[in-house]
Structures are given as C-alpha cells and as structure tokens.
C-alpha cells in the first residue's frame, strides 16, 4: 500500500516512516526538502498519485498564533484537496492530547481548526491524538525559565516517547479509517512539576524548579487535567527513565 507521510523527514515521520517499510508498505517520506510542500502545494498531486493513505505530520515554522493558525489551515486545505483529487482513502493526522480542553493556547487552536477541516472533509479519517514528547523536556524546561529558575505548574503530565507515537500512527495509517481520534499517552501519570524536577536532576541541569501554579505552558496557565487523557488511553511502552539512558 502506498502511504505519504507528509513531515516524512522529521522526528515523528522518519520513525513512521521506517515503521511502514518494514512492514512491506511503499511510504513515501514528503517534506519541502523531498520536493513536497503542503504549504504552498508543491509537488502534491504527484506524490499522492496512487497513494492509499495520507499520513499529516506537518508542523508550522512559526508557533506565533495568527501564523499557526494560518498555517494549519492553508497546509490542512491543500493536502485535503489533493487527496480528493487523488481519490486517497485514509487521511491520518497527528494532533494533542486536550487541545480542546486549552483553548487558551494558540498552537491548541490551530490544531483544533486543522481537525475540523478534516472531519469535516468527507474524506474517511483518524485522528491520533499524543501527550508531549519526551524529546521536548529540555526546550520545555528553557522557555519556563524565570531568572535562572524553571518555573512549572504542579498539574498532571503524562508525557510519551517519540517511538511509541510513531508506533500508534504507523499501526492507525496500516489500518482502516476510525472516523474518530484515539489518545496515546506515556506509561506513567506524575505532576508536571515534579517530573521536571527529577528530569533536570537526571540530566545534570543545575537548575532550580519552582512550583508555581501560575507558572505558563506555551504561554499559558492550564487547567489541572489539560495535559493528559480523560477517556480511553492507549499507554506506550517506554519510561521515562528508560528512554532517558538510551
């Protein structure tokens, strides 16, 4: 089955990437750097022809909210659009746990407005739907950074490795459409926190984490369970601590 899996050269793509081809899929890896933008619509018809399924793990250049936003909903529209004309059957996207639930964060609302445009485009879908990464506990850690001090929130986290995201979306792409999103979360529930406070601890960073539950994510403060599952879960397989000594 021929799979595109746009953002294909990226964390999450590459790993999705290798999954279908082990598994005797023909997956194209399309980004900007393979000739494919789902930005400006280059390249787009010729990599989905004949293509089955379409994988969305595109990522805005810029997390300001009008461009996000814009961003979601131009590259979302093009590869939709595409797909139609290509008679693609399965369209899989990669979004957040709770970003109905954050409203408040503008990177939350695009990923919202990107959903709508899909569930709303008659094209068979799923949706899968990931906790933070474990790769980005470091760039979390910087910008909530206050005066030398890592300011964070003591509010549930149940962040995920970026190879048990890559297995949920290889496994949904090789399936038929759910028509709906399912969520996938790490295998262990902590407060934010403190899960920062023992991360930094394990990597060696000095600094100090205050809890400050007026402390922002993304730029903003977020309700107790904003971050993690309310409903059914698929846990990955990785601990933190595991993933952490690889």
């Not at 000739?35 to 990599?47: F, K, M, Y």
């Not at 909903?73 to 369209?91: F, M, P, Q």
């Not at 709508?116 to 910087?142: N, R």
């Amino acid at each position: 089955m021929k799979i595109v899996v746009i953002g294909g050269t990226g964390l999450i793509g590459s790993k999705v990437v290798r999954r279908l081809e082990a598994h005797g899929h023909q997956a194209i890896a399309a980004a900007p750097n393979t000739g494919v933008n789902s930005l400006t619509g280059e390249g787009l018809d010729e990599a989905m022809a004949g293509a089955s399924v379409v994988v969305d793990l595109s990522n805005s250049p810029s997390f300001e909210d009008n461009a996000v936003l814009e961003f979601f909903r131009t590259s979302t529209t093009n590869l939709l659009e595409a797909e139609k004309k290509a008679g693609v059957g399965h369209h899989v996207a990669l979004s957040i746990v709770g970003t109905e639930r954050s409203p408040q964060i503008g990177y939350f609302r695009a990923k919202v407005a990107q959903e709508e445009l899909i569930q709303t485009s008659g094209i068979p879908f799923s949706l899968v739907h990931a906790t933070q990464f474990y790769e980005f506990v470091k760039a979390i850690a910087d910008s909530s950074e206050v005066d030398g001090a890592v300011r964070i929130q003591p509010v549930n986290f149940q962040p995920i490795a970026g190879d048990d995201v890559a297995d949920a979306v290889a496994k949904t792409a090789a399936g038929e459409p759910l028509n709906k999103r399912i969520d996938v979360a790490g295998p262990e529930l902590s407060r934010m926190d403190e899960f920062f406070r023992k991360a930094l601890a394990d990597l060696g960073d000095p600094r100090e984490v205050i809890t400050d539950p007026e402390a922002t994510y993304y730029g903003a403060v977020v309700a107790e369970d904003a971050l993690v599952p309310i409903d059914e879960v698929t846990l990955g397989r990785i601990h933190y601590a595991d993933w952490e000594k690889q």
